[in-house]
C-alpha cells in the first residue's frame, strides 16, 4: 500500500477510535451499539489479547503487503482486544490445506480466494467471478450483501464449522503466455495453469489442457515449460512475481471487459467457529464492518499498483493482446450449459445461482435472455 493511501487509512481508523471513546464517555459503548454504530469493548488491564493466525493466499507483490498492513493494525484499532497475525502463502499450510487448516483450528483464519473450495463446496464456485457471470464488483456487493448471498455463505460455511465474514475484491485476473492469444481458437492443444472448477471447464471446452496450481508454483511451471499459458491474478502482482522474465504475452478481453473468465475475481476472510464464537458481539459487528472496510482498501490498493505494473510490462517488452466479441459470443455459448451442471450439483449451488441469473436476466443487467438458456434448467429450483 503507498503512503498516502496508508496514511488515509490509519487517519480513518485512528478516527474511529476517538468516535468510540468519545460516545463511551458520553453514554457508554451500549449506548453506542444500540444507536447503530460500532463499538467494541477496549481491553482492559486484565484481560487477555486474543490473536488470530491468519493466512493469505498471496505470495508476494501489493496484495501480501496490504494483507500483512491491515492484518498488523488490527490491535491497534481494537486497544489490543484483538489482533491478527498475518503469514503468507504457504507459511503454515499449502493453499489448498487451508480448509482443512482452519477448520481443525491449526490457524484461526484464511484469506483464500473462494473459488478454491469448487471441490468440497460446489456453491462456492458462486462465490466468486465465474465466466462470463456477473461482472463488476458492484454487483457482486449488491449480490452479497442485498441479496442475500452473505447469509447462504454463512450458513454453508457453518455446516463445516467455520464462519465465513465476507467477500474481499481485488480486480480482474488475467492470462500470461509464452505464445500469442489473439482469439479462442488460440486456447487449443496450449497447456493452461488455472484455478480449476468452472473455470478450467471454460478453457477446456475451448481446447486447453489445464492444470491446477496455487498461485506460488506458476512462475517455476512456466520457466520449465510444464505450462505455457497461466491465469494468474492482475498487473502489479504477476509482474512482482515475474512473470513478465517467463512469458512474452498478455491476454484479455475485449477493451472494457480485462477478463471473461473472472472479471471480479474474490477473495474472503473465513474464520474457525470457536474463535469467532468467542469474540464479543461488539467484536464480530467490528470485523464485519473492518472487513468490508478492508476490501474497499486492498481493491483500490491493488488497482493504482496495476496501473504502474502495466508501464513495467511494456518496458519488459510484454506485447497485450485482447479477443473479439466475437470470441466473448464463443466463450459465452461454452459457459452456459457450464453454469447449470454445476449449478444442478446439488441444491445449494442452484439457489445461489438462481439469485444471480435472475439478477442478470433483469432489467438491471440484461446480460443473460430467456434464448440463451433455452433448454437449461435447475433441478433444484
Known amino acids: 500500500m503507498k503512503t498516502d493511501a496508508k496514511n488515509q487509512y490509519n487517519r480513518q481508523a485512528v478516527g474511529r477510535r476517538k468516535f468510540i471513546k468519545g460516545a463511551i464517555a458520553a453514554g457508554g459503548a451500549a449506548g453506542l451499539v444500540a444507536s447503530g454504530n460500532l463499538g467494541f469493548n477496549i481491553r482492559t488491564a486484565k484481560a487477555a489479547t486474543k490473536t488470530w493466525k491468519i493466512q493469505t493466499s498471496w505470495p508476494g507483490g501489493i496484495g501480501l503487503k496490504i494483507f500483512k498492513d491491515w492484518c498488523n493494525g488490527i490491535a491497534d484499532k481494537t486497544g489490543g482486544e484483538l489482533a491478527f497475525k498475518p503469514f503468507g502463502a504457504k507459511d503454515v499450510v499449502g493453499d489448498f490445506q487451508l480448509f482443512d487448516a482452519v477448520r481443525n483450528g491449526v490457524i484461526e483464519g484464511m484469506n483464500p480466494f473462494t473459488l478454491y473450495w469448487a471441490g468440497r463446496m460446489p456453491a462456492s464456485v458462486f462465490f466468486s467471478s465465474y465466466p462470463l457471470g456477473l461482472r463488476t464488483e458492484g454487483e457482486w456487493d449488491v449480490f452479497f ?25 481485488h480486480g480482474p485476473n488475467i492470462i500470461h503466455s509464452k505464445v500469442p492469444i489473439r482469439s479462442i481458437e488460440d486456447f487449443r492443444g496450449r497447456k493452461m495453469r488455472v484455478p480449476g472448477g468452472m473455470v478450467a471447464e471454460l478453457f ?17 511451471a512456466l520457466e520449465k515449460g510444464t505450462i505455457d499459458v497461466a491465469d494468474y491474478v492482475g498487473p502489479a502482482i504477476n509482474y512482482a512475481l515475474g512473470f513478465h522474465q517467463v512469458t512474452k504475452y498478455i491476454s484479455m478481453g475485449p477493451p472494457g471487459f480485462m477478463s471473461i473468465y473472472q472479471p471480479v475475481d474474490l477473495m474472503d476472510l473465513t474464520v474457525g467457529m470457536k474463535p469467532w464464537n468467542a469474540l464479543s458481539p461488539q467484536m464480530k459487528q467490528f470485523v464485519e464492518l473492518e472487513v468490508h472496510s478492508y476490501s474497499d482498501h486492498h481493491f483500490a490498493g491493488i488497482q493504482k499498483a496495476d496501473q504502474e505494473a502495466w508501464k513495467k510490462f511494456e518496458e519488459a517488452g510484454t506485447i497485450v493482446t485482447r479477443l473479439s466479441q466475437e470470441d466473448v459470443d464463443k466463450f459465452t455459448r461454452i459457459a452456459i450449459p457450464r453454469w447449470f451442471a454445476w449449478a444442478n450439483k446439488d441444491k445449494d449451488a442452484a439457489r445461489v445461482f438462481k439469485i444471480q441469473l435472475d439478477y442478470m436476466m433483469s432489467g438491471s443487467l440484461g446480460y443473460v435472455t430467456k ?6 434448467r435447475l433441478k433444484f429450483a
Do not use: N
Request: proline share 2%; no cysteine.
Open 204 to 220: 477446456q471446452g475451448a481446447g486447453a489442457k489445464t492444470t491446477l496450481l496455487p498461485g506460488g508454483e506458476i512462475f517455476a
Open 371 to 376: 434464448d440463451m438458456i433455452k433448454g437449461h
Open 145 to 169: 450483501y442485498a441479496l442475500g448471498g452473505r447469509e447462504i455463505a454463512r450458513e454453508l460455511f457453518a455446516k463445516v464449522g467455520m464462519f465465513y465474514v465476507g467477500h474481499i475484491h
